[in-house]
């Protein structure tokens, strides 16, 4: 079945730009939205924004202006990357599939583990 | 767009029925039928139970239900087991391109 990892550094310094990787294996990305969700600790889940397998993006108005979503459909993976990081960025990030391919659901069937990221000099 | 409208907490005695509310906008749980709700306990990925506002993915106990009127959706869970105790929280469609999460409410099986 169909299995997400997320990967990166688990602490990045104010200001720098916060990188993770979600690498997909058991199946293809092709087809399928993938989004990026995050929790701060003690907080609700914070919706990102999604990268459709060909490239095409969505992204959360309030983080719009620092955080770029991108998929590579050689390498199985869907990346991101959220730029001027600070400690409200603090964050369990995880990657999920939308559970319909070629549609734009917001019904997020299958999931990372998630990965904590702190951020902090 | 704001964040959508969830109680903190709800509770309920084992075999209850109880109803969480999830309220939005027209501009997003009013507009589209892309409602879905997510079980979270803590440490784990939070699970899919209801999306498109009333389907249940196979496999998900046929005790959670959903519905919406207006802005505002709902998830119903009837003959309410300890089990079902944990975080739940709704997301909806909030644009062509956008997606928006609530608050989230905690559930405590008394």
């Known amino acids: 079945q169909v299995q997400l990892q997320e990967s990166g550094p688990g602490l990045v310094k104010p200001s720098e730009t916060l990188s993770l990787t979600c690498t997909v294996s058991?199946?293809?990305?092709?087809?399928?939205?993938w989004s990026w969700i995050r929790q701060p600790p003690g907080k609700a889940l914070e919706w990102i924004g999604h990268?459709?397998?060909?490239?095409?993006?969505g992204y959360n108005p309030s983080l719009q202006s620092r955080v770029t979503l991108s998929a590579d459909t050689s390498k199985n993976e869907i990346s991101l990357k959220l730029s001027s990081v600070t400690a409200a960025d603090t964050a369990v990030y995880y990657c999920?599939?939308?559970?319909?391919?070629?549609?734009?659901?917001?019904?997020?069937?299958?999931w990372g583990q998630g990965t904590t990221v702190t951020v902090s000099s | 767009q704001s964040a959508l409208t969830q109680p903190a907490s709800v509770s309920g005695s084992p075999g209850q029925s109880i109803t969480l509310s999830c309220t939005g906008t027209s501009s997003d749980v009013g507009y589209y039928n892309f409602v879905s709700w997510y079980q979270h306990h803590p440490g784990k990925a939070p699970k899919l139970i209801i999306y498109?506002?009333?389907k249940r993915p196979s496999g998900v106990s046929n005790r959670f239900s959903g519905s919406k009127s207006g802005n505002t959706a709902s998830l119903t869970i009837s003959g309410l087991l300890a089990e079902d105790e944990g975080d739940y929280y709704c997301?909806?469609?909030?644009?062509?391109?956008?997606?928006?999460f609530g608050g989230g409410t905690k559930l405590t099986v008394l």
């Open positions: 498109e506002v009333t």
């Open positions: 990268v459709y397998y060909s490239g095409t993006t």
């Open positions: 997301c909806a469609r909030a644009g062509s391109n956008t997606g928006v």
């Open positions: 058991g199946g293809s990305i092709s087809y399928y939205y």
């Open positions: 999920a599939r939308d559970r319909e391919a070629y549609q734009l659901l917001l019904a997020f069937d299958i």
